[in-house]
């Protein structure tokens, strides 16, 4: 059976494809981050409030995902905070 | 040894405060910049639970003041106490407890925490009137049983692939011994020997804490 990934997971994983794909296109990042379109959109929602990326739109009207600072960071600290929770049991 | 303690009691107990809030003061400002990022739940329990620890024992450490009629302050002392243990044990128990459907803003004043305070407060009010420590003492002993029940689950679980989990369920059992030790002393005789024991215990126990959080979020 296939895991469930944890919230941070997703998190982690959809960082890591803007990341690696720099000013990656809405479609792209969708398949690329492997969930359903609503779930997409939730996570979506959540990390461009809490700072995590921004959406750029051109004058073509092309919208792309880029990371922000803070969006680096949580990638930079993940592997901290996954070893806390884990080795807390929290 | 023990006489130079006895002579120097009020200085060793300044000095066991000051390591102990130093302690809960370096693990609260670890644990909130790890959940600025993250916003995991978990790690927001266990940042309140220390923070109601430095904020009891800076408390406790007013209260050894003979000069400051702040005698109330006994009731603070023990609802700060009481309190960081409810977090803690909730910090290992809110994913069994919370469905994702319903996301508190403020892991300080929301329904479910309110419970909490109501209970500390309940159990801090009663002690200070009947002069007593007691049934904080068996509020905290309830509590870390369930603790070293879920720690000891926790380490079964995955103890060989996170190493600190050992070290937690130890902590846990050196806490509910140190609450035992305590209502011993409390109930039977209070006696210097016990309550520096206590405190050797304790500060064990928060040097342990500090040990796991530094090593963990060590880069």
């Known amino acids: ?90 | 040894m023990f006489e130079w303690m006895v002579e120097n009691k009020e200085l060793l107990k300044f000095f066991y405060t000051f390591v102990i809030a130093l302690v809960c003061a370096i693990i609260v400002v670890k644990t909130d910049r790890l959940f600025n990022l993250s916003s995991h739940k978990g790690i927001r329990y266990l940042r309140n639970a220390f923070l109601f620890y430095g904020v009891g024992f800076v408390i406790r450490s007013l209260l050894e003041i003979p000069a400051l009629p702040f005698k109330f302050l006994n009731i603070f002392f023990e609802f700060f106490l009481i309190m960081a243990g409810f977090f803690l044990l909730y910090s290992l128990l809110w994913k069994r407890l919370e469905t994702s459907s319903k996301n508190y803003n403020s892991s300080l004043f929301n329904p479910r925490i309110f419970l909490f305070y109501s209970m500390a407060l309940i159990i801090a009010l009663i002690d200070n009137l009947l002069g007593t420590y007691i049934f904080m003492f068996f509020s905290q002993i309830a509590l870390f049983i369930l603790a070293s029940i879920i720690s000891f689950k926790n380490y079964k679980n995955n103890g060989k692939k996170h190493k600190f989990l050992k070290f937690y369920f130890a902590a846990m059992l050196l806490s509910l011994g140190a609450w035992s030790l305590n209502a011993f002393a409390a109930l039977y005789l209070w006696r210097l020997r016990f309550v520096t024991g206590v405190y050797m215990i304790n500060t064990a126990i928060f040097l342990l804490f500090l040990y796991g959080v530094m090593k963990v979020t060590k880069k």
């Open chain 1, 1 to 90: 059976m296939v895991r469930k990934r944890e919230r941070l997971e997703v998190i982690k994983d959809v960082l890591e494809s803007i990341r690696s794909n720099r000013n990656i296109k809405p479609t792209r990042l969708l398949y690329a981050s492997n969930l359903s379109p609503q779930m997409f959109k939730e996570y979506i929602n959540e990390l461009i409030t809490k700072d995590f990326i921004k959406l750029e739109i051109d004058a073509k009207e092309k919208k792309t995902f880029s990371l922000t600072k803070k969006g680096q960071d949580f990638l930079q600290e993940y592997r901290v905070i996954e070893n806390l929770i884990e080795n807390f049991g929290l």
